[in-house]
């Protein structure tokens, strides 16, 4: 009788189907069926506000930081920037400031005025600065602080502000120009800043 068992071990038909059974043993768990795919994630509006209807909207290059200009009316002096540097640390209220400051003489920056206000539910940070502000006319060398050939503007004034929001990251507003038609314009800044949403 062992014989027998042995024989009928050692027969091909069996093999065959230890072999299958081994094999489906051995084989991983079924993945479970991927998900219907998903929806995309909703995107993040960005900010809005309503500019003054007598400032020119000039066009800016798509993609860049820079997300709107306006020419100040009745100057071509005097512009507002718009700019938003995306959610980490290029969005630095202090750094942006030190950035605007850097482009006056002198530590203006150790005499800006700040002012805390608010657009609906938003905070807002105004600084403002005065003094000799410095155009660069060509790009600044690694290393250096301030570009080789600039234009110089005695008596302008900056008045800036960041619009912190809790999920769009932080909006940056600049207006500069000659002194007087930026004090002038002051209170559409300050209008345009409080209707951010």
């Known amino acids: 009788m062992p014989g027998a068992a042995m024989a009928a071990f050692h027969s091909p038909a069996l093999l065959a189907a230890l072999v299958l059974v081994l094999a489906a043993c051995a084989k991983a768990p079924a993945e479970p069926d991927a998900p219907a795919s998903a929806a995309p994630a909703p995107q993040v509006a960005p900010l809005a506000w309503d500019a003054p209807g007598t400032w020119a909207k000039v066009d800016v290059p798509s993609g860049g930081s820079e997300k709107a200009r306006y020419r100040v009316e009745g100057a071509a002096d005097a512009e507002v920037h718009v700019f938003f540097f995306g959610t980490g640390s290029k969005g630095d209220p202090a750094q942006v400031f030190k950035g605007w400051f850097a482009q006056f003489d002198g530590d203006v920056g ?47 004034r900056l008045a800036g502000a960041v619009v912190r929001t809790a999920d769009r990251g932080n909006w940056f507003f600049q207006m500069v120009g000659p002194d007087d038609v930026v004090q002038a314009a002051r209170p559409a800044f300050r209008r345009m800043l409080e209707s951010a949403r």
Request: charged share 30%; no cysteine.
């Open 110 to 156: 150790s005499v800006a005025s700040h002012e805390k206000i608010k657009a609906g539910a938003l905070d807002v940070e105004t600084v403002e600065v005065r003094g000799t502000y410095k155009i660069a006319l060509a790009p600044t060398p690694r290393g250096r602080k301030e570009a080789p050939v600039s234009m110089v503007k005695k008596d302008y």
